[in-house]
């Protein structure tokens, strides 16, 4: 079975600091990719990766940055938490244009 | 803005009753994906479809992909409490599936 695993399932921080969401893949996937998701916003393509050290901005990556070190992780950061940035996170990978796999969520809350 | 766009945004049926959610755009897909999403856990792939026309069945979900590649929809037949949860369509383009905002299905038992 594919795997996804996300660091957390939820998370409160403060604004103004800096929060890491980690995400680890057991497929040897090409591809990841870091969405939010919001309420009547559906799934919004923050950045994603397409193999090792590269990376690339998707629809929202403002406020957001990303390293993918190795293959199977992929880490999304906030550089400087805001309100703003409540919403679910979610993580996902895939073989070169094939099926994508997600993983459960990260819930966080920004106080 | 979206791309695509869904609807019901929302829909409550009682069990055993059918469904229809659409999702529609103003170009053309290469193809387009189907998944549902259950409270607390990420979306998972129901479906791909690819050729204009198109009709996937699984078990009581059937998919439709539009002649012109513009639109799609997904039927389920006598619904059951499990199929409660987000749906959500997805166009690919290389790299990227941009999502519509989803049809949230509540089925009551």
């Known amino acids: 079975d594919v795997k996804v695993t996300q660091s957390s399932r939820y998370l409160v921080k403060r604004t103004g600091e800096k929060v890491f969401l980690e995400c680890v893949q057991d497929m040897d996937h090409e591809n990841m990719f870091w969405y939010r998701q919001d309420p009547g916003l559906g799934l919004r393509l923050i950045y994603f990766?397409?193999?090792?050290?590269?990376?690339e901005k998707g629809d929202i990556p403002e406020g957001y940055s990303v390293s993918r070190e190795k293959k199977e992780r992929f880490s999304l950061i906030l550089e400087s938490a805001s309100t703003n940035q409540t919403s679910m996170y979610l993580c996902?990978?895939?073989?070169?244009?094939?099926?994508?796999?997600f993983g459960p969520g990260t819930r966080l809350t920004v106080t | 803005t979206q791309l695509l766009e869904q609807s019901p945004q929302f829909l409550s049926i009682q069990e055993g009753e059918n469904l229809t959610v659409y999702c529609n755009s103003s170009?053309?897909?290469?193809?387009l994906q189907w998944y549902r999403q259950e409270p607390g856990e990420g979306p998972v792939l129901l479906v791909t479809?690819?050729?204009?026309?198109e009709v996937k069945k699984l078990k009581r979900l059937t998919f439709q992909f539009g002649d012109a590649r513009k639109d799609s929809s997904l039927h389920i037949t006598a619904a059951q409490p499990g199929d409660t949860g987000l749906y959500l369509c997805a166009r690919s383009n290389d790299y990227k599936l941009s999502f519509g905002a989803g049809t949230t299905v509540t089925v009551r038992a």
């Open positions: 990766s397409y193999d090792v050290k590269m990376k």
């Open positions: 479809v690819v050729t204009g026309g």
């Open positions: 170009s053309v897909f290469s193809s």
């Open positions: 996902a990978s895939r073989r070169w244009r094939n099926e994508q796999y």
